[in-house]
């Protein structure tokens, strides 16, 4: 079936350090959202992407919606350990019998 | 503007047994949409209710099922309940109808244990 895989899995990086999660779909998503989620607390709405070739900023997050509407990434500059928590994308597939489906998930820890 | 909330927070089942969980959306919001969401699985979809219409459907069993009041408000019924029911049930709400072409808000989820 349809699904959206997200990489890396886990990442550990040093506060200070850089961060990028991978998000890849098996067919054309109409559009994509990020979400993150702190340990123990439930997801919150970062950002939605539309069109192919997006690219949105908001501070040290940069997101961007690959050409074919089949992938995304977002990309943390200069890690704070605020941004401890999971990066879910999420996207419609525009077939099959999954409609709305979330990625696996990065799960990002920040050492001080 | 008072968030999500989901009702009740923590709840624990015995196998066969039936639950239901309750979620009030943001006011103005007419959107309500539930997930599952288990370590081994990740977030998974259940279904979207619009103006008190099922709009969409995950791929659940028939034991999963829901509703959508006149005020917005959403509950979820799950009969007969497993073991690997066993998870947080969040529900989010957002402005419109159209999964992932609005906003969504999320509610703190209840934790469900089936023992």
């Known amino acids: 079936g349809q699904q959206v895989m997200q990489i890396p899995q886990y990442q550990h990086v040093q506060e200070g350090e850089d961060f990028t999660t991978y998000c890849n779909s098996s067919?054309?998503?109409?559009?994509i959202q990020w979400y993150k989620q702190r340990p123990g607390g439930h997801p919150v709405f970062l950002i939605q992407?539309?069109?192919?070739?997006e690219v949105k900023k908001q501070k040290r997050l940069t997101f961007q919606f690959g050409e074919a509407k089949k992938n995304s990434s977002l990309h943390i500059t200069a890690t704070q350990t605020t941004d401890v928590g999971t990066y879910f994308c999420?996207?419609?597939?525009?077939?099959?019998?999954?409609?709305?489906?979330f990625g696996t998930g990065t799960r990002l820890k920040v050492l001080a | 503007k008072a968030g999500v909330t989901q009702t009740p927070r923590y709840l624990i089942k015995t196998r066969g047994q039936q639950v239901t969980l309750s979620c009030s959306p943001i006011?103005?919001?007419?959107?309500v949409s539930w997930y599952q969401q288990t370590p081994g699985q990740g977030l998974q979809f259940l279904f979207e209710?619009?103006?008190?219409?099922q709009r969409n459907k995950g791929n659940f069993p028939g034991r999963f099922s829901g509703r959508q009041f006149s005020n917005s408000r959403s509950e979820m019924n799950v009969s007969t309940l497993e073991l690997g029911d066993s998870a947080l049930y969040l529900c989010?709400?957002?402005w419109g109808a159209g999964f992932l072409s609005y906003e969504q808000y999320f509610g703190p989820g209840t934790r469900l244990t089936v023992t």
């Open positions: 989010a709400s957002s």
């Open positions: 067919t054309t998503l109409s559009n």
């Open positions: 992407l539309v069109k192919s070739g």
């Open positions: 999420a996207g419609p597939i525009t077939s099959g019998t999954y409609k709305y489906i």
């Open positions: 006011s103005g919001h007419r959107s």
């Open positions: 209710y619009f103006s008190e219409t």
